[in-house]
């Protein structure tokens, strides 16, 4: 609601003549693919070129709360209390600065405003790969985002990734427990046996290195100490509702 179909085509004429070369990711301008007529763009005239196109975005009163919502909904959860990063959006919006709004929303998760929120696959696999966990074979980790349904760098459609609630689905949580056992094996194979199996004999050295700071949960515990140190409790660990749900 706060942009039309004429802002689309507004804002596309004047960022005209702007690419990205493939090979190396370089962004180029090429003058005469420009169409440099002047557009009017979210209620701003004159507005021809990046600069002026940037500043036409920056000048929306609904920039800077997006843009910090989109912050605290990454960092403190869906469904965060918006009240509490008002004030964040507005002292954004005054200079434009991203470092005192990340250290405004972890200061509030710290304080006990963050909410449970479900892990994205890519997030999920560097918190697993934190351990550290030997690197998946290529085919194996493509299989996964697929299946997962988020594939880096490449959402479904414009308007990007699906909420993090999608990824509870059936496909998501098989594709997630398939890796999880490739990563355990994985891992097993790098090191020696009694080096796999020292990996996970201590559950809250296990814990902390998954970057779990309050340990697993008691069922987590229970299940995971029925199970054998090293290939099996590692999978199990790296697959649990611990790392999916933060």
């Known amino acids: 609601g706060n942009f039309s179909e004429d802002d689309v085509k ?17 962004v180029q301008s090429r003058p005469r693919f420009h169409d440099d007529d002047p557009q009017t763009l979210l209620g701003v005239d004159g507005v021809h070129d990046l600069d002026t196109t940037i500043d036409a975005v920056l000048s929306h009163p609904a920039t800077a709360p997006r843009v910090v919502d989109k912050l605290a909904t990454a960092i403190l959860g869906p469904g965060h209390d918006t009240d509490l990063v008002g004030d964040l ?28 929120a479900v892990l994205e696959p890519l997030a999920w696999y560097i918190s697993a790969r934190k351990l550290p966990t030997a690197a998946p074979i290529f085919n194996e980790l493509r299989e996964f985002f697929r299946l997962g349904g988020q594939v880096p760098l490449l959402p479904p459609n414009v308007g990007g990734y699906p909420p993090p609630d999608a990824y509870l689905s059936t496909s998501a949580t098989i594709a997630r427990f398939n890796l999880a056992s490739h990563l355990a094996l994985r891992t097993s194979q790098a090191r020696s046996g009694d ?34 140190p090293g290939v099996d409790r590692l999978a199990a660990a790296l697959a649990s509702p611990d790392l999916v749900v933060v």
């Open 89 to 116: 959006a507005e002292s954004f919006a005054a200079d434009w600065q991203l470092k005192p709004v990340v250290r405004g929303l972890l200061e509030l998760g710290i304080d006990g405003h963050a909410v449970p």
């Open 10 to 26: 507004a804002a596309a004429r004047a960022l005209t003549g702007w690419r990205v070369r493939r090979s190396d990711a370089r």
């Open 195 to 228: 080096d796999a199996e020292a990996l996970t004999t201590d559950l809250d050295q296990l814990a902390e290195r998954l970057g779990l700071v309050d340990g697993f949960q008691t069922t987590t515990r229970d299940a995971l100490t029925g199970l054998r």
